[in-house]
Each structure stands twice: as C-alpha cells, then as structure tokens.
C-alpha cells in the first residue's frame, strides 16, 4: 500500500504581467498554510518516506516549510514535471507502480490534484489553496480509496 498525502500549495503571489507563472512565490498567508499542514501531519504521526514537488516555485516553497516543521533536511525535495499543473495524472500514476509499503508527500496545484484523486479513486474532490487529503493506494490492484480531506477553514478549528 502507498500512503499519497496530497497538499497543494499554498497561497501565493498574484500573476501579474511579466512575471512567469512558474516563478510565483508564496506569500505570508501561504507560508502559514503550510505550516498548519506541517503541525497536522505531525499530530497524524505519518512517516513520509518522500517529498515530491511540481517544479512550480510555489509548490517548491510549500514544500520546503513543511519539511522545515517536521524538521526534516529540504535536500530531501524531488522535483517532477509529471506533477506540473498542465500534466495528465496518469504520468505521475505510472511512476507509483512498482512502489509499495512507502509513504510520500506530494505537494502540486489544480486541477493536476483534483485530477490525480479522481484517478486514483474515481472521487471528484476540490482541492483548495492549502488543502490535504490522503489517499491510500494500491499500486498492484491500481484502486485508491481517499481517507481524509482537510481544507484549511476546517485545519484552523482543529
């Protein structure tokens, strides 16, 4: 079984013109998003075994706070263009079958991640700025079953 905990990033600088989208960074509200994500998986006492990010600054950063709570070491961070916002699910889905027994953080933007759960369980969900949901997956059956979806109106209260 593979333990997928999905976030997707946190809030982040505006586009404007003649800045790339790929280069927006978090802002202050993002950061503190990240760091309620953080705290929470810690509560969870989940052991995450990889981090993997889109190669999107934004998800980067996201990442990089996380691990920065759980007192991790940042060089741990992949990044994969397979979780890029414009990037079919099934990419990133193929790269899971030969792993089992693993927990990874997967950290992207939408609609890549509302996409992948869907794929993964067959659930439509909303992934909002700052939100987790853990899936459980089966790489040897190919069948997910999502147990949890947190936004973070719901992560304050907790």
Request: proline share 3%.
């Amino acid at each position: 079984m593979i333990n997928l905990i999905i976030v997707r990033h946190g809030e982040a600088e505006p586009q404007v013109d003649g800045t790339d989208d790929k280069d927006r960074k978090l802002i202050k509200k993002g950061i503190k998003q990240m760091k309620r994500v953080a705290s929470l998986l810690d509560q969870m006492d989940y052991t995450i075994d990889r981090y993997l990010t889109s190669t999107l600054m934004r998800a980067y950063q996201s990442a990089e706070v996380i691990l920065d709570e759980l007192g991790e070491d940042q060089g741990k961070i992949e990044t994969l263009n397979e979780l890029n916002p414009d990037r079919d699910p099934i990419e990133f889905i193929n790269r899971l079958k030969d792993l089992d027994n693993i927990s990874i953080l997967v950290v992207g933007h939408e609609p890549f991640l509302s996409h992948l759960i869907k794929s993964l369980c067959g659930g439509n969900v909303e992934m909002k700025k700052g939100a987790l949901a853990v899936v459980e997956y089966d790489s040897k059956e190919g069948k997910g079953q999502l147990k949890l979806l947190l936004n973070q109106k719901v992560m304050k209260l907790m």
